[in-house]
């Protein structure tokens, strides 16, 4: 069973089209995130949610637009795209954020190449 | 806001033992984690610590926290091919969401 899964694996697109990449988690857990690697590794939080609910947004153009309809969904729509946000974008989940729910479960993520 | 820097590459011998050093610069961080990544795989939680331990061990894994000095490091004891990745320090103090480092590839070689 999968814990955090996101959908696709790969996603090559066209510049200034809009895409979406879609998370699930199973794990029974309140808060999920999205973070961007880059092609130096470097990993960076964008959004986190908890409850459904937005408490951190990171400085992050507007044109990402996290979605939670549910606390085992987090989607992430990005407009316009452009040729740096190419990278790799993980989706992880917590139980909380305190103590050991801070333990984060990450997905397999999702290899963004704009073109 | 928090910091944290790791070397980016270590290569050492199977058999050998890996010693992979973090330093990060917010002293309220309340919980340090070393996270590994696998090629084409997500991150995965190895072991973590609470700041106010000083030595974690779990079964070839050693984590050493020097508070006064703001350094982290892991020790691989008899470092296998398969603990070939990339290690990610991450330090986590009031708001809880960690900040990692630029991860440490590891490269274990016959």
């Known amino acids: 069973d999968t814990a955090v899964s996101q959908t696709p694996k790969y996603l090559v697109t066209q510049m200034g089209n809009d895409k979406s990449i879609k998370c699930e988690q199973n794990l029974g857990h309140d808060t999920m995130y999205w973070y961007k690697q880059d092609s130096k590794k470097f990993l960076k939080i964008m959004f986190s949610y908890n409850n459904k609910e937005l408490i951190i947004n990171e400085t992050v153009p507007n044109r990402f637009s996290p979605k939670s309809p549910d606390k085992a969904h987090l989607n992430l729509h990005i407009n316009s795209l452009e040729l740096g946000d190419s990278a790799v974008y993980f989706c992880?989940?917590?139980?909380?954020?305190?103590?050991?729910?801070?333990?984060?479960?990450f997905g397999p993520g999702t290899r963004l190449t704009v073109l | 806001g928090e910091d944290v820097e790791q070397s980016l590459f270590l290569s050492v011998r199977e058999g050998d033992s890996s010693v992979i050093n973090c330093t990060y610069t917010d002293s309220s961080s309340t919980y340090l984690y070393w996270y590994k990544q696998e090629p084409g795989a997500g991150l995965q939680l190895l072991t973590y610590?609470?700041?106010?331990?000083d030595m974690k061990q779990d079964q070839r894994l050693t984590v050493l926290l020097n508070k006064k000095d703001k350094h982290l490091s892991l020790r691989i004891a008899d470092t296998q091919t398969g603990d070939s990745a990339i290690y990610f320090c991450a330090a986590a103090g009031g708001s809880y969401i960690p900040t990692f480092g630029r991860g440490t590839s590891l490269i274990v070689h016959p």
């Open positions: 992880a989940s917590s139980q909380g954020l305190t103590g050991k729910g801070n333990e984060q479960f």
């Open positions: 610590i609470f700041s106010n331990m």
